[in-house]
């Protein structure tokens, strides 16, 4: 129904930027909510960063306020997290989602579609 592809992630200094995007497609008459999640090797996926359909409301990890901007394009499908200060702590796959019905935006079980993941290296 719904189908997300992730691009733009790779290997980065610490200190340095990237921004990753997210491209949605399929036939469906909902309108989504969308997330950032990222999972380093061993740990669980945890959540980075959320936004509402409209663009509106935004909600953050504590660990990235202040570094990482999502934000949203629907006239082109598609969310972005910019990614600014990379530090080797956020190096893991990260995975753009979509639901039409969240709650609680940080929880995984929220969201109903799954791209499938890019890597983000940062090197020290």
């Known amino acids: 129904q719904v189908q997300l592809v992730e691009s733009g992630g790779g290997l980065v200094q610490a200190g340095g930027s990237l921004r990753l995007s997210c491209a949605a497609s399929?036939?469906?008459?909902?309108?989504?909510?969308m997330g950032w999640f990222r999972q380093a090797p061993g740990k669980e996926r945890e959540f980075v960063a959320a936004i509402s359909w409209s663009g509106g409301g935004t909600y953050y990890t504590d660990s990235v306020k202040g570094r990482f901007t999502i934000s949203r394009d629907n006239a082109k499908n598609t969310v972005y997290l910019q990614m600014s200060s990379l530090t080797p702590e956020d190096t893991a796959v990260y995975y753009c989602?979509?639901?039409?019905?969240?709650?609680?935006?940080?929880?995984?079980?929220?969201?109903?579609?799954w791209g499938q993941g890019t890597q983000v290296t940062v090197s020290s």
């Open positions: 399929g036939r469906t008459f909902r309108r989504y909510s």
């Open positions: 989602a979509a639901s039409g019905l969240v709650r609680i935006p940080s929880l995984v079980s929220q969201y109903d579609y």
